[in-house]
């Protein structure tokens, strides 16, 4: 495994990381979860990405359980806040400074820690004023309960706002996590340069397009058994954007790419996002350990610019790269 600094701060993550949104709590069972912790340890990943609202709240759960007995020191452990939890009452939401506030103490004790390493603000609030935002994370830092800050999926300007609050208030935003993959390049354009100059680094998740990339899902072949584009819980929903016979067909003209880096298409589309060098980590998924074992001989992996060119040729106009769908797809107004 290799390790990364995110963004401008002496912290190192592995390139590699482990995320738990729709598997924890839900479509895995907790013994399956737990050997995929573990077989993410044994690989050398140390970090790990959550959310409060995963599995409206369980997610943290088993992670943290699932961590238990593990030198903390060892670890980085990862999570959000934003979207609603609990009963949904009004302040059960969004960036308020008494949401966020109540938001990470539950998330620590449900991760069992005293402490996370990175707290994202997992959407933009449009209804809280950020300088209230940026001072309750100000405050979560010195308190301890977060060592570092990041966002996830906001645009350029918003970046670039809050990195200059943080500095103000004696902090710094380090990080970004946005959707990026083969087929979905929008932070090219904009958040990649605004991170750069205000000393972030992308975490990346989807890097597989929630498994399309990995070859499974043929055209005209029934969808594989415990897939997620097989899972009612969710999952199926999620991954439906990609479940086109265009997108299906061109993914399967990777395969002699693959075959030439010997690798699996999983693996191509792991090593694919992190030849970015604003990228720290690419955040995969996984239903079983088999999966995490395979996917981490994704680190280390350099894909010849020859390659990198042939990928963009194969896959033509079904890669999406408009920058305005990271504006596009967040929430226009708070999430009830
Ligand atoms: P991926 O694109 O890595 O998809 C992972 C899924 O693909 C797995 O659950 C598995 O699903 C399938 N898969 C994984 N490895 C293989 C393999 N080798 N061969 C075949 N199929 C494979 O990422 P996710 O969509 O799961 O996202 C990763 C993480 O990113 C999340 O857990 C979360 O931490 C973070 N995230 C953040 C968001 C944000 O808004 N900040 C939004 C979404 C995710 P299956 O076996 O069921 O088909």
Partial sequence: MHYRYLGHSGLKISEI?????????????NDVATQCVHAALDAGITTFDTAD??????????????????????????????????????????????HVMESINGSLKR?????????????????????????????IVRQGKALYIGVSEWTADQIRAG?????????????????????????????????QECGLSQIVWSPMAQGVLSGKYVPGQPLPAGSRATDDKGGARMIERFMRDDVLERVQKLRPVADELDL????????????????????????????????????????????????????????????????????AGRVA
């Avoid at 902090?171 to 904009?190: A, G, H, K, N, T």
């Fill in 264 to 331: 699996s298409m999983a693996q191509l589309s792991v090593a694919w996002v992190l030849q970015n060098d604003n990228v720290a980590a690419a955040l995969v998924g996984a239903s079983r350990p088999e999966q995490v074992a395979e996917n981490v001989k994704a680190s280390g992996v350099t894909i010849p610019a020859e390659l990198m060119a042939q990928i963009d040729d194969v896959l033509g106009d079904v890669v999406e790269r408009d920058p305005g769908k990271t504006a596009e797809n967040a929430p």
């Fill in 17 to 29: 990381t482990y995320g738990n949104w729709l598997t924890h709590g839900s479509q895995v069972e």
């Fill in 111 to 139: 991760l069992g820690t005293d402490y996370v390493d990175l707290y994202q603000a997992h959407r933009y609030d449009t209804e809280t004023p950020l300088e209230e935002t940026m001072q309750a994370f100000a405050d």
């Fill in 163 to 195: 990195a200059a609050l943080a500095k103000d208030l004696g902090f710094q935003l380090i990080s970004s996590q946005p959707q990026y993959s083969m087929l979905w390049r929008v932070i090219e354009d904009e958040v990649v340069p605004a991170s």
């Fill in 53 to 98: 609202v995963y599995a409206n709240t369980k997610a943290e759960q088993v992670l943290g359980d699932a961590l238990a007995g593990e030198r903390r020191e060892s670890l980085e452990i990862f999570t959000k806040v934003y979207w609603p939890t609990g009963p949904g009452g009004p302040n059960d939401t969004g960036l308020s400074r008494k």
